[in-house]
């Protein structure tokens, strides 16, 4: 028997957009990182994966909206950067803002849920095949 518990259960917001984009606390936390190093490498490194990854999420997320979640500049003297634009800055307040919301709204379940889960359950996520639309 392990001594190490089970994570506690936490509700997940993503926001599927039509075409197969989607929003969810992956490309948030990118952002966050971004504000915080100032580049979409840094970023990426932080959140173990490379600049390609990285940048494809940023464009992504740009494609997504009317107005550009993140602005890059390239070479320069300091070698270019990145910097999450006003927009950015509201969706990522929007996006947690969201999060919180739902963690009041699912407490009681998710604390009913949390009392009568098996706590010997295996930890390891099972693997679903993807959906197709």
């Known amino acids: 028997m392990s001594t190490k518990s089970a994570p506690d259960l936490t509700p997940v917001l993503r926001i599927d957009f039509p075409h197969a984009e989607r929003l969810g606390r992956g490309k948030i936390m ?9 580049s979409i490498s840094a970023a990426g490194r932080a959140m173990d994966m490379s600049y390609r990854r990285a940048w494809l999420l940023v464009s992504a997320l740009n494609r997504m909206f009317k107005e550009d979640a993140v602005s890059s500049q390239r070479g320069g003297k300091q070698g270019g950067g990145a910097i999450v634009t006003p927009f950015g800055e509201e969706l990522i307040r929007r996006f947690r803002s969201m999060e919180e919301r739902i963690e009041q709204a699912l407490s009681d379940d998710i604390a009913w ?3 009568n889960r098996d706590p010997e359950a295996p930890v390891e996520p099972i693997i679903y095949p993807a959906r197709r639309s």
């Open 113 to 115: 849920l949390e009392e």
């Open 30 to 38: 990118l952002l966050e990182l971004i504000r915080e190093t100032g």
